[in-house]
């Protein structure tokens, strides 16, 4: 994994030694799905073997959040005062903590609809053991998870790991020496970029991410987007699309649109059958529009500076389009 070190429904590894086990700077990140009317209990892990340790979430829309971690006889009490407003969706609970700094912790709760953040903060926490949390994901040894919860996992370091656009392994690219996978790029190919013929790869990386909740990746259909098959991409993954309805509404040939704007339940979806995906990232040294099986999508370089190549579109202003992509308004030039 390249920025999570642990995600939900992990098979159990091998245990990991006293070094590995420790994370004493990190954080913690779930999502579920609210409303949730009456106290519940999201994730409860207790285990007797060895040094006794207990993690466990409640979420209780009066009372407010309280995280609970046990390491050995240490018990340590992160609490999200209530009582908590009332919403629907996807929300994200975090909880940052820094065992070699006073023990701070910040617990925050992201709720869909209400623009105010709710977090509260305190000293005390303790390193954090991988191994019970690995048991915790792989659901052995006593872990439990409500069926509201979507994902959860721990990263290193103070904030969430950075979204990235990135697109499936399987995704078809044309490089000098022919057709490959995109899983089978590597840094210094040649490959086929729309506006530029061939372009130089700068970096390939693979990136593993929850598949539920807010990053759940979206799955372009063929025949409706690409020629021969379905496209699977992250939904911040920019689509290019062009036509004559586009210049109508918009002014220009082509657009750049959000592909989680586009998921309509037909001819783009989530695609959540899975606990996590692992995509490819690539980088060109410049923004770049990708042309694979008949769909352009951009390729950004955040560290250029350069703008995307052509106009990207707000959520706002692809709202119009939305009921024509997916019928032949998706162009690609070779």
Request: with cysteine.
């Given at each position: 994994?390249?920025?999570w ?22 954080l913690?990140?779930v999502?579920?799905h ?29 009372a407010?959040?309280?995280?609970l971690?046990?390491?050995g006889?240490?018990p340590?009490?992160?609490v ?5 407003p009332y ?9 940052h ?7 701070v912790w910040?617990?925050?709760l992201?709720?869909p609809?209400?623009a105010?953040?709710l977090?509260a903060?305190?000293e ?7 191994n ?9 040894g ?7 919860v ?6 290193k ?10 697109i499936?392994?399987?995704?078809p690219?044309?490089?000098v020496?022919?057709p490959?996978?995109a ?5 210094g190919?040649l ?10 790869l700068?970096f ?13 990746p979206?799955?372009?259909?063929t ?7 379905d496209l699977?991409?992250s939904?911040?993954q920019?689509?290019l699309?062009?036509g ?7 002014g220009?040939?082509e ?13 783009a ?7 996590s995906?692992?995509g490819?990232t690539l ?13 352009g999508?951009l ?9 995307a ?6 959520d ?13 308004s ?5």
């Amino acid at each position: 994994m390249s920025d999570w070190l642990i995600l939900s429904d992990t098979p159990l590894g091998r245990p990991r030694n006293e070094a590995e086990a420790e994370l004493g700077l990190g954080l913690f990140a779930v999502e579920f799905h609210l409303p949730l009317a009456e106290p519940t209990v999201l994730l409860d892990y207790r285990s007797s073997a060895g040094a006794e340790m207990t993690f466990s979430v409640l979420y209780d829309p009066k009372a407010g959040i309280s995280v609970l971690q046990r390491q050995g006889g240490q018990p340590r009490r992160f609490v999200l005062p209530g009582p908590l407003p009332y919403a629907s969706g996807v929300a994200r609970l975090t909880l940052h903590f820094d065992a070699s700094d006073r023990g701070v912790w910040l617990i925050r709760l992201e709720l869909p609809g209400v623009a105010a953040v709710l977090d509260a903060s305190g000293e005390g926490c303790l390193p954090f053991d991988l191994n019970a949390f690995d048991r915790l994901c792989a659901q052995v040894g006593g872990a439990q998870w409500h069926g509201s919860v979507l994902w959860f996992g721990i990263s290193k370091g103070r904030t969430m790991p950075p979204r990235r656009s990135w697109i499936g392994r399987n995704t078809p690219v044309t490089t000098v020496r022919g057709p490959v996978f995109a899983e089978a790029l590597r840094a210094g190919d040649l490959v086929q970029v729309l506006d530029h013929g061939f372009a130089a790869l700068e970096f390939v990386g693979r990136i593993e991410v929850p598949s539920r909740g807010s990053y759940a990746p979206v799955l372009l259909r063929t025949p409706f987007f690409g020629a021969t098959r379905d496209l699977l991409i992250s939904a911040d993954q920019m689509v290019l699309v062009g036509g004559v309805s586009v210049e109508y509404v918009c002014g220009v040939e082509e657009v750049l649109i959000q592909s989680a704007v586009m998921v309509n339940g037909r001819t783009a979806m989530l695609e959540n059958r899975r606990a996590s995906t692992i995509g490819m990232t690539l980088d060109f040294g410049k923004p770049v529009i990708l042309p694979t099986d008949g769909v352009g999508l951009l390729i950004p370089s955040a560290g250029s500076g350069r703008p995307a190549p052509r106009r990207v579109l707000e959520d706002f202003e692809a709202h119009p389009l939305l009921p024509i992509i997916g019928a032949g308004s998706v162009r690609v030039r070779a």
